[in-house]
């Protein structure tokens, strides 16, 4: 292809040197014969010296004797040279640009059909794009690739949505029904005994209270939906900020048998641990990977929170004991409204939204979060930034 470009151009400068001749050429014939010898005048007035002999002192009779001045005409062709070569230069140079800038359009215009056909047709790489176009082919197979890959994890996520919508849709039927039931029996029975009274009272609360985890999931699922998450930075006192958690999640680790292990190493300097973030967005992240922690941990069993401090870095560690997260499904824990539980019957977990949340605020921060899962043991580690 590059043999048949630089070919074009040869012939292309060529027809233009010929066609600059044949110019020349016009225009001395209409200038000498037409013009009724303007350029033989022109040229003896300029460039011959014209003298005449006289044969006598009379000087009647004699002749004229021309003499070229070479002197002058050597400078006028000079000039004339010069000129020339640079007309020609300009003239190639432009038609060079111009017939460049047709061949990009061209180029551009093709590479645009074959790009079009290509992503819009089930048509392999090979058959849309000729030989040439190689390192435009990978990189539009890499895009599709992309396209496709991101496309199928929108349908997956809409499709989990959708679902967890209608199981909640449903799940709210049951809690609902019993409520109503239960103060129906305590309205149509008045002198109900007590302690019958009281166990329908408990019932109609603990359904009460399913109906509001409920309707949470609902408000959770709206709100991520609709919100983007702004981080207000500010020092956070890391060290405190766990220890306020442990003390928060008392009730709910009392009511599972869990215990909290804390221990948060000192920062090099010494001191607590202090970085630069969100402190209420990094509460929710850990307050995210503890209910998840506790909800799939065995009862009786305690949790670890480790934080250590490197020259840059913090890192939070989160561990508990509890069944081992198959390995297909850990790479996916951090999708939204992805939940391990795969009936809705069971009472762990939520919209499936709190890792997902987790996850971007700690990109937002600059740091990493990942999980591991073996031998019972599932872990989650949080690696954020100290500085800004």
């Known amino acids: 292809m590059r043999a048949n470009e630089k070919l074009k151009r040869f012939l292309t400068t060529c027809l233009i040197l010929a066609g600059g001749c044949v110019i020349c050429g016009a225009l001395y014939v209409f200038l000498d014969r037409i013009v009724n010898g303007f350029v033989r005048e022109w040229f003896e007035d300029n460039f011959v010296h014209t003298q005449w002999i006289a044969l006598g002192e009379a000087y009647v009779d004699g002749y004229y004797t021309k003499e070229i001045l070479w002197g002058s005409l050597k400078g006028m062709l000079f000039k004339a040279f010069v000129i020339v070569v640079a007309a020609v230069v300009v003239i190639v140079r432009v038609t060079s640009i111009l017939y460049a800038s047709r061949q990009v359009k061209e180029a551009m215009q093709n590479a645009g059909r074959m790009i079009d056909e290509y992503m819009h047709r089930d048509r392999e790489a090979s058959e849309a794009f000729p030989r040439g176009y190689e390192e435009i082919s990978v990189r539009i197979v890499e895009i599709k690739a992309d396209m496709q890959r991101n496309a ?9 949505r959708n679902d967890l919508i209608t199981y909640l849709a449903h799940d709210l039927k049951t809690p609902l029904t019993s409520v109503i039931g239960y103060l129906s029996l305590m309205d149509e029975a ?48 890391l060290s405190f900020l766990l220890e306020q958690m442990a003390d928060e999640f008392y009730p709910l680790l009392s009511e599972h048998g869990n215990t909290i ?18 402190g209420e967005k990094l509460a929710r992240v850990f307050n995210n990977i503890l209910k998840n922690a506790i909800a799939y941990s065995y009862p009786g069993t305690g ?68 999980a591991q899962s073996e031998d ?10 100290l500085g800004t």
């Open 261 to 278: 292990l804390l221990e948060v190493k000192p920062a090099p300097a010494g001191g607590p641990v202090t970085l630069c973030g969100d």
């Open 190 to 237: 008045p002198d109900m005994p007590a302690p019958q009274r009281a166990k329908y009272v408990r019932i109609t609360l603990d359904k009460a209270l399913r109906l509001e985890k409920l309707i949470n999931e609902f408000f959770e699922i709206t709100r991520y939906n609709l919100q983007q998450i702004i981080l207000e930075k500010e020092t956070v006192n």
């Open 303 to 370: 949790i670890a929170v480790e934080c250590s401090v490197s020259e840059d870095y913090v890192y939070i560690v989160i561990s508990n004991f509890g069944r081992t997260i198959p390995a297909h499904k850990l790479d996916t824990i951090f999708e939204k409204f992805f939940r391990l539980d795969d009936a809705r019957a069971t009472n762990t977990g939520g919209a499936g939204l709190g890792l997902a949340i987790a996850k971007e605020i700690v990109t937002l921060h600059g740091g990493v979060i990942t």
């Open 152 to 160: 199928q994890m929108l349908r997956e996520e809409a499709n989990r």
């Open 376 to 385: 019972e043991v599932t872990s989650f580690r949080v690696e954020l930034p």
